[in-house]
């Protein structure tokens, strides 16, 4: 939490939260592992030199003399005006210099940013997501902070280990996202799909999941964590509403369930839908009225502290960055410090730094806001481009589609739906769609030209392949994405 918050560049959504700490202990969801690390020796030895007049011969750190970078300049867009051509003719060229902190030109320079930094991120960085995070999220306790990730992923990998041992169960949603199944995997961690609609998880599956887990039977303790992707989830589109997150935040609170809250696509919520043809909604006319506009977070209702928020800037900004963060309680932060500290140590000191002078010095938060506004708009029209093409082009008779009010995907299963019983805890048989056969996709070669499968999600297991055998089950999920260049009329190279 931040204790002199910068001014919010007139930003009303900006408060402090109240003088109330976590509530929880975590020393019973914590793996044997996180338990065991210590805080790094050379990280501890750090905070000796900035003793005045110490001239270290221990820390290993290179001279900034020899680094062979002197500045980097970088043309980013002057808000609010962002498109390509804007920024070519509008844009502000911002500079980073090697000594600007000791020049007095900045707080940050490439000297710090290209050595070895701390294992939280560079102290720069960290302050503007964490009084993003104020704006945005607001969480209702104190003593929360945040953690520089090298991306979701990593940072996923990351909680993983802090929370689970092998054999244990995450539950998800039913088709989840593959990456996340394939880091748990090798860590002997099961996944355990909870059954979804339109809105993302039902709270009466995970409910009767929980409520009926068998121990002997299951072949693993009751599991205490829940990973989702509440906003646009990757693969099927669903966006949790505000009701359906409450409920499930009360779930988690009866079955002491803590939960990894990935949003990559939270700021990628559109406008509402209204159909081809159909006038256009009005954009959020201000920061004000587009903060009001997103769905609550759970780290927004997080009363108890059972909450870890992955953000990135690889759908806002550019996956290349290769630049998230986490916000936590205090004692799960230290612990993914830790972690960092002998692993990733801290995202690349480039990245952070153009980051740091595009977000913070040059946008600042109003600026980043109108750019994740424009962002919002632009998704709109792409989305709202593919289902005019799935209105025209797709057999309603066939294929059905609901529209996506969030993220980069539209889910299209075919119809009527294929149906197959399965054993689920607590009743005798469940009804739920069979995986559709992987996509195939004609790949070209010099040599031959063969059909493929590509897996686009992993489904997570049904209740009868979590109690048998644990085989990996790659499916697809029959969705477009609608986020890359294919919309776009192409460029010729020049």
């Known amino acids: 939490m931040l204790e002199n918050p910068k001014p919010n560049d007139g930003i009303v959504g900006l408060q ?30 750090a905070k000796y030199l900035k003793n005045p007049g110490l ?21 980013v867009p002057s808000p609010p005006h962002f498109s390509e051509q804007e920024t070519r003719e509008l844009g502000q060229i911002v500079r980073a210099g090697k000594y600007d902190a000791s020049e007095g030109d900045s707080v940050y320079d490439l000297a710090i940013a290209l050595n070895y930094g701390l294992g939280s991120g560079s102290a720069q960085l960290i302050r503007f997501v964490t009084e993003h995070t104020e704006i945005v999220c607001n969480p209702p306790y104190a003593d929360w902070h945040c953690a520089l990730s090298v991306g979701s992923t990593s ?55 929980l409520s009926n887990w068998d121990v002997r039977a299951r072949g693993a303790r009751k599991p205490h964590i829940l990973y989702t992707v509440p906003s646009g989830q990757n693969p099927t589109g669903a966006t949790q509403g505000t009701a359906r997150r409450k409920a499930i935040y009360k779930l988690a609170q009866k079955h ?11 700021f990628l919520q559109m406008q509402p839908y209204t159909g081809p043809n159909a006038p256009e909604i009005p954009p959020p006319a201000n920061n004000e009225q587009f903060l009001k506009a997103l769905i609550p977070t759970y780290l927004s209702m997080d009363v108890d502290g059972r909450v ?10 550019a996956p290349g960055s290769r630049v998230g963060w986490i916000t936590a309680s205090e004692q799960i932060v230290e612990r993914f410090i830790r972690h960092n500290e002998c692993s990733n140590q801290n995202p690349s000191g480039i990245s952070q730094m153009v980051l740091y002078k595009l977000l913070d010095e040059s946008w600042g938060h109003g600026g ?38 969030a993220g980069m995907f ?8 294929l149906l197959t019983n399965s054993p689920s805890s607590g009743s005798n048989s469940t009804t739920t769609c069979t995986p559709i056969p992987a996509v195939q996709t004609t790949k070209r070669s010099s040599k031959s030209k063969k059909k493929s499968s ?27 994405c609608f986020s890359g260049p294919l919309l776009r009329r192409h460029r010729r190279i020049r």
Request: aromatic share 10%; with cysteine; glycine share 4%.
């Open 55 to 75: 001239i270290s011969l221990g820390g290993g750190l290179p001279c900034a003399e020899y680094f062979p970078i002197e500045e980097i300049t970088v043309k």
């Open 256 to 266: 002491d369930l803590y939960i990894f809250e990935d949003e990559p696509y939270y």
């Open 155 to 209: 940072a996923l990998e990351q909680a993983y280990r802090m929370f689970c041992e092998r054999g244990d169960y995450v539950l998800s949603e039913e088709y989840t996202f593959v990456s996340a199944v394939e880091t748990a995997l090798p860590l002997g961690i099961k996944f355990l799909g909870v059954k979804i609609d339109d809105q993302g998880l039902i709270p009466e599956s995970l409910d009767d999941i």
């Open 454 to 480: 590509i897996p686009l999600s992993i489904r997570a297991s049904s209740s009868r392949e979590a109690a048998g055998s644990q085989r990996r089950k790659l499916t697809s999920c029959p969705r477009t």
């Open 410 to 417: 539209v889910c299209l299963p075919s119809l009527p739906p």
């Open 308 to 317: 870890m928020r992955m953000d990135s800037f690889s759908k806002v900004i």
């Open 368 to 405: 980043y806001l109108q750019w994740l506004i424009n962002l919002r708009l632009q998704y709109t029209k792409r989305r709202d481009t593919i289902l005019a093409a799935c209105e025209k082009y797709l057999p309603k008779e066939i294929v059905s589609w609901n529209p996506p009010a």
């Open 16 to 45: 402090l939260p109240p003088p109330l700490k976590c509530l929880l202990t975590f020393k019973d969801y914590l793996s044997v592992e996180s338990k065991a690390r210590q805080p790094s020796s050379l990280k501890g030895a």
